[in-house]
């Protein structure tokens, strides 16, 4: 009976650690990304999708999976194979982890595309001056519906240890003063 108890308690704590997760937000213009940092276990099925296209309220959203800096998965418009809340243009990704690691998720918008097979080649309107999605036709915009304006996203992550959305640059700018005040601050009382 103690082994029985033991194995049952081992194979209850395989799956512990996985979660469902969702993260929302608004993007502003056609060149932003969201990324996200998450770790898996060895063995994890995860399934990464959006919801956020809400039949062209907002933008038509593309995913990018990368382990490192390689870009190992990608899609545009296969969310609705992952999970049926998934809308027409969403985007949707499941892979098994074969080992334990950490992965990088960007979100974009359809058409910024990426230049190679990193995420440190860039993406196609990196350079671009940024174009507010409430104003830019993107490529898949229907002209009769003038839709694909909004800005929100929404992204659900199955199967994740734990995972954190990445602070664009300008929000590490913002963020800086405060920090190094309160560093400096503890500097003083210590």
Do not use: C
Request: proline share 4%; net charge negative.
């Amino acid at each position: 009976m103690k082994h029985a108890l033991t194995l049952l308690a081992a194979l209850l704590s395989l799956n512990a650690g996985a979660a469902d997760l969702t993260f929302s937000g608004q993007a502003v213009n056609h060149n932003d990304k969201i990324v996200i940092d998450f770790q898996v276990a060895a063995g994890s099925s995860i399934s990464l999708w959006t919801d956020s296209w809400q039949s062209g309220l907002n933008f038509d959203p593309q995913l990018y999976l990368a382990q490192g800096d390689a870009i190992v998965l990608e899609d545009d418009d296969n969310g609705s194979l992952v999970n049926a809340g998934a809308g027409f243009f969403d985007a949707g990704l499941t892979f098994t982890a074969s080992t334990a690691g950490s992965y990088r998720l960007v979100l974009n918008a359809s058409s910024n595309t990426r230049l190679g097979s990193t995420l440190s080649a860039g993406f196609t309107y990196d350079g671009d001056t940024p174009i507010p999605l409430a104003t830019w036709n993107q490529p898949s915009y229907d002209v009769n519906a003038n839709d694909q304006k909004g800005g929100f996203w929404h992204l659900h992550l199955s199967g994740v240890e734990t995972a954190a959305v990445v602070p664009e640059p300008a929000g590490w700018a913002l963020m800086l003063p405060g920090l190094l005040a309160l560093g400096l601050r503890a500097r003083r009382r210590g």
